[in-house]
């Protein structure tokens, strides 16, 4: 697989696949521009070597059909502020009108074309589709990390139909960072794993008992585990269905030689609200009709313990509800614990990052990732199929 380094762009149109899935206030004004950014040194290059850049990406969930409220105009717009440059947003990303614009562009110049799930084709990696979409391009990168575990036209299936295909920067590192902790870590390697669904963190608690030295389980998904050592959690979110599953993952991490640690004491409520009365207990003493909603005191202080000797930390989901004040400080505590260590610190994207934001904590992590579902697919021991295709297309080459 190719980095945009390596790839001769002098005049030729390069398709850039970037994943600009910002939140929108009901104004369409972007909250937050972060993935905006990171996108950034892949454009600059591009622009840099005299490539005509086309960038390509989604944004919500439009359902194949062409929804004004998303459209990527807000989003070409401010791409336009960073740069300092026009990036002319294009009615459509396939059609008549869309190829004889791109043909009329001069080297250093930049385009966006419009929200590609505006059609159904682009979610069912359509080939037809994936053709139409490449037809103006000479080099197609791929800097989407966000979108990475997806299995669609522009991401996929476009690869097919490009001649030269590589990665961008922000890929590149979200890709060597990830390798870093997961292959290749310092020890003391730390997982810390949190947010409400322990379906979807079981079997990357599998692939991390392989790997890492210790796994601090905090959030939601901690009660069913809790559940499953026999203690009773009041009505705390638990995933009965999984007990059995969550025991199991147990058992396998412990045969790993993997130390495990979970909350001691929990932040309760009766309703997970603001303005709720809460009080602070063992997990023993949750009462039937209260539920945890954030990792305590003691368990703040255990897992800062648990941490401190560190080298390597990956860390995945809210210690709890930390969008409600109340349930807020085991988050924030994790995050500046987590930031205090001398490890490397990788930071799965969503919520975590949020976080970790909101704790004015980033600028004090190593990486933090822009992808929460593709990190997650990583986590889980998982390949990627966008990269997955670059690699074929690259053996396909020879
Ligand atoms: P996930 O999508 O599985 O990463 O979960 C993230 C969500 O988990 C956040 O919206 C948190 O509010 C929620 N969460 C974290 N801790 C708890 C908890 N103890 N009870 C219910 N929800 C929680």
Same mark, same amino acid.
């Given at each position: ?14 398709? #850039?696949? #970037? ?33 005509? $850049? +086309? +960038? ?10 062409? $929804?004004? =409220?998303?459209?990527?105009?807000? +989003? ?15 009615? @459509? #990303? ?11 562009? *001069? ?16 979610? *069912?990696?359509?080939?037809? %589709? ?43 590192? =979200?890709? @060597? ?32 008992? *392989? ?49 495990? &640690? ?20 063992? $997990? ?20 800062? /313990? ?15 509800? %930390? ?8 988050? &924030? ?22 976080? +970790? ?5 980033? /600028? ?35």
């Amino acid at each position: 697989m190719k980095f945009i380094g390596e790839i001769d762009l002098a005049n030729k149109t390069v398709y #850039c696949r #970037c994943d600009y899935n910002v939140p929108l206030d009901e104004n369409r004004n972007i909250i937050e521009d972060w993935r905006i950014r990171a996108s950034l040194p892949t454009i600059r290059h591009a622009l840099g070597k005299s490539a005509r $850049v +086309v +960038v390509i990406s989604h944004l919500g969930r439009p359902k194949g059909n062409p $929804v004004p =409220e998303m459209s990527l105009a807000p +989003v070409a717009r401010r791409l336009s502020e960073l740069l300092e440059k026009e990036v002319a947003l294009l009615p @459509d #990303c396939i059609g008549d009108e869309v190829r004889s614009s791109v043909k009329k562009m *001069k080297p250093g110049e930049i385009v966006m074309l419009e929200n590609l799930r505006f059609h159904p084709e682009e979610t *069912k990696n359509d080939d037809a %589709f994936a053709r139409e979409l490449a037809a103006g391009a000479d080099v197609y990168i791929n800097d989407a990390f966000g979108n990475a575990h997806r299995s669609h036209a522009s991401n996929v299936g476009i690869v097919r139909h490009v001649a030269e295909c590589g990665i961008g920067y922000l890929m590149k590192s =979200e890709l @060597d960072y990830f390798e870093a902790a997961l292959e290749n870590p310092v020890r003391p390697f730390v997982a810390v794993l949190g947010g409400s669904k322990v379906s979807d963190k079981l079997e990357a608690i599998e692939n991390l008992s *392989k790997r890492v030295d210790k796994l601090i389980i905090g959030g939601g998904m901690a009660f069913t585990f809790l559940k499953a050592s026999g203690f009773e959690v009041g009505c705390s979110l638990v995933e009965n269905n999984l007990i059995e599953a969550a025991q199991r993952g147990m058992d396998k991490a412990k045969e790993k030689g993997v130390k495990l &640690y979970f909350p001691v004491d929990a932040v309760i409520a009766q309703k997970p609200a603001p303005g709720e009365a809460n009080m602070i207990v063992p $997990v023993q003493e949750i009462p039937e009709d209260w539920m945890g909603l954030d990792i305590g005191p003691a368990s703040t202080r255990l897992f800062a /313990e648990v941490l401190a000797d560190a080298k390597t930390v990956v860390w995945n989901g809210p210690m709890g509800v %930390f969008e409600i004040d109340a349930f807020s400080r085991g988050t &924030y505590a994790m995050a500046h614990a987590i930031a205090e260590t001398h490890a490397m610190t990788v930071i799965g994207g969503g919520d975590t990052d949020a976080a +970790v934001q909101k704790a004015g904590e980033s /600028e004090n992590m190593t990486f933090i990732s822009t992808g929460g579902g593709a990190f997650l697919w990583l986590m889980q021991g998982h390949k990627l199929p966008s990269i997955e295709a670059l690699e074929r297309h690259e053996s396909s080459r020879g």
